[in-house]
């Protein structure tokens, strides 16, 4: 589909990485070796963390949280960008860039902020053992979860509501895979934006907020850690918290780089390789990187995958389904 036909219509055209058809076609492929890679990674986190008794601590609760936001993030961009490739057509209705644009600021934030959650749960364990089952009872978790949704989708609201009163004209080319909120400022008809950059600028406070207490968090913890007497608690501590630390600088640090730096009317490689790092490689690594340096986790999986019983449970399932 040409740009000139797209003008005539309401939707956009999403360019991609290429225009290419043999290059769409082999970048169509990878993403969706990836995408089904991060898909498994992830409903394996979340049946393991559901199934297994011994992994029902708080911990454990958030992180399937986390994976659950990751497979909905993965499947708001990636089979999109897939079937238009294959089908050799980048074009996107309107309604369906709006559902992007909803789902994917919506699912960004509730990941900010079960990462947040996530690091103050760590710094309650280490730093305050006596107090934990108290400050972090289920009734509490469970609306901090409820809290972490909810703010998703109020912040998915906000940035819907306030794109979709932009007005389009001209060539509406987008210059990237999906639906980005940055892309569609570059193509709008006049400076009517001032909703979106407040939304903005109020949710980059929030999410500084976060960061502070993240930051904050994993201070208390690495300082407690390091005056403990004894060094035998120090690998597990470090084993579950690295990996946590990791996950939330590589997320915010390519997040804030895409969203804060200038746009430039030309597309550049550097937009669209920080839009991968943002929202295709964390829901995809993020399985690998909980489960390798966590002894817990491995073996919950070794245990619950190749025991007969849950081979015999599964099979039993199938069974009951199929009749």
Known sequence: MTARNITTMSGFLLMGF???HELQVL???????????GTAGNFIIITITTLDPQLQSPMYYFLKHLSILDLSSLSVTVPQYVYSSLARSGYISFGQCMMQVFFFT????SELAILTVMSYDRYVAICLPLHYEVIMGPRKCTWAVAAVWLSGSITGTLYTASTHSIRFCGDKIIHQFFCDVPQLLKISCTNDYVGVQKVSTFLTLLAFACFVGIAFSYGQIFSTVLRIPSAEGRPKVFST???HLFVVSFFLSTGICAYLKPTSDSPTALDLILSIFYTVLPPTL???????????LKGAIKKVLLSEEFIGKNYFCSVIHAC
């Open 106 to 109: 919506a699912l960004a934030w």
């Open 241 to 243: 918290c690295l990996p």
């Open 18 to 20: 290429s225009d290419n």
């Open 286 to 296: 993020n399985p690998v990187i909980y489960s390798l340096r966590n002894a817990s």
């Open 27 to 37: 970048q169509a492929l990878l993403f969706l070796v990836t995408y089904l890679f």
